[in-house]
């Protein structure tokens, strides 16, 4: 079955670095775009990154452009989120998502969404 695991999530005070993973199995993780989304308390989630494949798009919210760095190894279907000077406002529980948008000449437009559990991330003094 589809599953993706995310960990790395941990307490850390302000200006502090952090390293999620997102360990995926159970389909084709190398032609899946994947993301972070993050959803704080009181808040709607939000994509926070964007891979779309290895050597493809990157994307960043412009709230953590300049700070943090996403990144995949295909070979062992793990995506990676780098989080470096780290802001209270990233307070959050941090979810991984996979998607695929397929267009097929017999069967039409297929659309495949996975999420993770998440992992929390908590940034105070």
């Known amino acids: 079955q589809v599953q993706l695991v995310e960990s790395g999530g941990d307490s850390v005070q302000p200006g502090g670095s952090l390293r999620l993973s997102c360990a995926a199995s159970?389909?084709?993780?190398?032609?899946?775009?994947m993301s972070w989304y993050r959803q704080a308390p009181g808040k709607e989630r939000e994509l926070v990154a964007t891979?779309?494949?290895?050597?493809?798009?990157?994307t960043y919210a412009d709230s953590v452009k300049d700070r943090f760095t996403i990144s995949r190894d295909d070979a062992k279907s793990t995506l990676y989120l780098q989080m470096n000077s780290l802001k209270p406002e990233d307070t959050a529980v941090y979810y991984c998502?996979?998607?695929?948008?397929?267009?097929?000449?017999?069967?039409?437009?297929?659309?495949?969404?996975?999420w993770g559990q998440g992992t929390r991330v908590t940034v105070s003094s």
């Open positions: 998502n996979a998607y695929h948008y397929l267009l097929d000449s017999t069967i039409g437009e297929r659309e495949y969404n996975y």
């Open positions: 159970g389909f084709k993780f190398s032609i899946y775009a």
């Open positions: 891979h779309t494949y290895t050597g493809g798009e990157i």
